[in-house]
């Protein structure tokens, strides 16, 4: 082995837990950024009629959805997640951590690791008593 290439892999070492840590921080955004934009997208031409009764908002590292007195909340930071539901005004908090050593976003109260089935729920658990009235 040259040396360069002894250079490279040991370079490698060296940063490899900063790469891990900031491969899961965009594996997480994007996950999240993609999950509300696609639910923004289609439901754009109802917002625009809705009187603000639908309602989102997209920030750099924050999006919300809101339904009449309903609200989805989701905050992102690179060390964790929170998470505000509000079904029918009332609701609670969870928080999604980054594990250390694995690198795995996990919710505290479901015990899941981030996804979109676990956004899913959290769009259900927000939504469904609402929904359901309808």
């Known amino acids: ?6 250079f490279i892999s040991k370079s490698k070492d060296i940063f490899e837990e900063q790469l891990k840590l900031r491969q899961a921080q965009q594996k997480a955004y994007n996950l999240i950024d993609n999950y509300f934009k696609y639910i923004f997208d289609a439901l754009r031409a109802e917002e625009e009629v809705s009187n603000r009764e639908i309602s989102f908002e997209i920030l750099e590292s924050a999006w919300s959805i809101s ?3 309903t609200s989805l909340k989701v905050i992102y930071k690179k060390d964790q997640i929170t998470v505000q539901i509000r079904p029918l005004g009332l609701g609670y908090n969870d928080t999604i951590v980054l594990e250390e050593y694995t690198y795995i976003y996990k919710s505290k109260k479901f015990s899941k690791e981030l996804s ?15 929904l359901t009235q309808i």
């Open 1 to 6: 082995m040259s040396y360069r290439e002894k």
């Open 67 to 69: 339904l009449k007195n």
């Open 116 to 130: 979109e089935e676990l956004l899913d729920l959290y769009l259900k658990e927000a939504f469904d008593s609402l």
